[in-house]
């Protein structure tokens, strides 16, 4: 293998050749990092289903699997850190995929000089908000680089969750007429790291919405609700998860702007700072994607758990324009919803 | 929750504040870290069997988890990379609880500006080494770190493995009166990545023993071989891996040093360059404590596996000194293994 032993960080001759910050943003960039180098190296049909987590069958028992690593800066921010968010990220991709969430590994990436007392912060973290969504950290690791080759903390979190229903809750299931529901309000965790990054006070400070979304689903799975599609809205916010969706689905989801509620200060922020809360990153929201027929009884079960307690319907799925996302404005005007290239915010999970 | 909303790399006034290399090297302090921070933080038994991974029954089905981060500077090293290392190693981990691994994820931290050429090429060799194990990569994360807060690029695997047997594989099983055997010469990946760094030439490239054990154990369960430990010799190398299983066991292990063999260009450079074999990282070489009475055949099926062609047996599990690995020397004198501190090269792997 006539391979360099050295790595350089060379000048960017062409910058076509180099991975930039956008290419980690969930947007437009990152696909295309995904389809022209991840998805052809590895060739599985999990990884090609696009889906948050791996539904996979070992002997009689339908598993999901999954992973995410968290960069985010800072550390600590209104309502969590990255230990609340490594631990609910993963549990949360895990329902996404129907599954009931048993156990976490946390792999950790400190920097040399990172002091104890922020990684004990991190740890307890971790601890308080897997105890509280009864999934165990079972196994995990630590490595230590040099002062300067990483930034404090880096923390990988992967999952088990075992599927307990017959139901295939994927992306490819969605089917026209279904009904959109959303779990709550957007925007918020997006605007809370970027006002502790860029020092910005607001009135009341706004928090991250960082939460389990597990009980929600399974609330859902218990009363047999039908379930096609579901999505956490992380990375790129409501309007990146509704194309991914819709993409992948190849069919057209239309969503009313009157029904998705941002939070005043949320929208404040947005607009002074030129954000569009479609696209910011939230960390305790999520779409469900239920027959018609089952959407009011859908909503009601979501409206009963408190971290999903403003569910409102706010869209239908449609045969055509495939593989679009439109919203229709409170005046009746429509526009095509696109994929941004990047994310508004770097590192903001 | 009043915690402060930036990290900051302070001035160590106390060092016994921070983290340092030395924590991540799989010795003594990387053993206090995990004492006093991490076991008290998450109390699973999981974790506290301090083994390679977890083993979880779910449902009728009893798994292996875990999980690895792979921080390896250079990326790219005679006779392997990242990628390798990371589906290697996640794959021996899984093969250590007595499991036949069937997925791994990998998740990447990629600092901006690596080139593509890198990335392609880590891929490549992860989809490489896990096509040849026979391990599909089913599920992963992307995210991208501003240039200067991290090293070009980290890799984090986790693996699930099935256990298809009844025999619990752990240092706890471990029993006086059983057979050492260790699979091959060791310290070879220590030396292959110390002469990279540093830039040595020796008469002939040193490479890697990088390889997947999973094989070769998967043999002896497959022929009713009774195995009470196994251990993949990675930081922290042979002797800090026998001290784990000493302390974990609290049991003597008594090995003779004639039968550990190193190969004389490896030797050469730990002469030159002052580090000793024993602790050296490897990335394909374990051990296996059997019983006395299975000893001969385990042997001869470990020999049948070509990364395993070279195995002997080095010692033998006795009642006393507890907790303590000892070392006969070629004139029969005998000195007690200590653990290091840290790892005599850190970001081994």
Redesign the interface.
């Known amino acids: 293998?006539a391979?360099?032993?050295?790595?350089t960080?060379?000048v960017?001759v062409n910058p076509a050749?180099?991975?930039?910050?956008?290419?980690?943003?969930g947007g437009r960039l990152?696909h295309q990092?995904?389809e022209q180098?991840?998805l052809p190296?590895?060739?599985?049909e999990?990884?090609e289903a696009r889906h948050d987590?791996?539904v996979?069958k070992?002997?009689?028992?339908r598993?999901a699997?999954?992973?995410?690593?968290?960069?985010v800066?800072?550390?600590?921010?209104?309502?969590g850190?990255i230990g609340t968010l490594a631990v609910n990220g993963t549990i949360n991709d895990l329902a996404m995929c129907g599954a009931r969430p048993?156990?976490l590994?946390?792999?950790?990436?400190?920097?040399?000089?990172?002091?104890?007392?922020?990684?004990?912060?991190v740890?307890?973290s971790?601890?308080k908000t897997?105890r509280e969504a009864g999934v165990?950290?079972?196994?995990?690791?630590?490595?230590?680089?040099?002062?300067?080759?990483?930034?404090?903390?880096?923390v990988?979190t992967?999952g088990?969750g075992?599927i307990e229903h017959q139901q295939f809750i994927a992306p490819t299931s969605v089917r026209a007429g279904d009904a959109v529901l959303l779990s709550g309000d957007v925007g918020r965790h997006g605007v809370a790291i970027m006002a502790?990054r860029e020092g910005l006070e607001f009135e009341s400070t706004i928090q991250t919405d960082c939460a389990t979304l597990a009980a929600s689903v399974q609330a859902m799975l218990d009363a047999n609700i039908e379930i096609h599609c579901l999505r956490d809205l992380t990375r790129g916010g409501l309007a990146t998860g509704l194309i991914e969706i819709a993409e992948s689905s190849r069919l057209h989801i239309n969503i009313a702007e009157a029904e998705i509620v941002v939070e005043e200060n949320v929208r404040g922020a947005c607009e002074i700072l030129g954000l569009d809360p479609l696209y910011l990153a939230n960390e305790g929201r999520f779409v469900a994607m239920v027959p018609e027929k089952q959407a009011e009884r859908a909503l009601d079960i979501m409206r009963s758990c408190s971290v999903s307690s403003h569910a409102r319907r706010i869209g239908t799925v449609t045969e055509a324009p495939a593989s679009l996302v439109t919203v229709e404005s409170c005046i009746g005007t429509r526009r095509i919803l696109d994929m941004h290239s990047g994310e508004q915010l770097?590192?903001i999970c």
């Open positions: 293998m391979k360099p032993f050295t790595i960080c060379p960017p050749d180099f991975v930039t910050l956008a290419h980690g943003g990152m990092l995904l180098f991840v190296a590895f060739r599985s999990e990884l987590g791996a996979l070992v002997g009689q028992t598993l699997f999954t992973t995410d690593s968290y960069v800066a800072p550390l600590f921010f209104p309502g850190d048993l156990v590994s946390t792999a950790f990436i400190i920097e040399e000089g990172l002091p104890f007392e922020t990684l004990k912060g740890l307890d971790i601890a897997s165990k950290v079972v196994t995990g690791d630590t490595k230590v680089v040099d002062r300067g080759k990483g930034d404090g903390l880096f990988n992967a088990i075992v502790v770097p590192r």
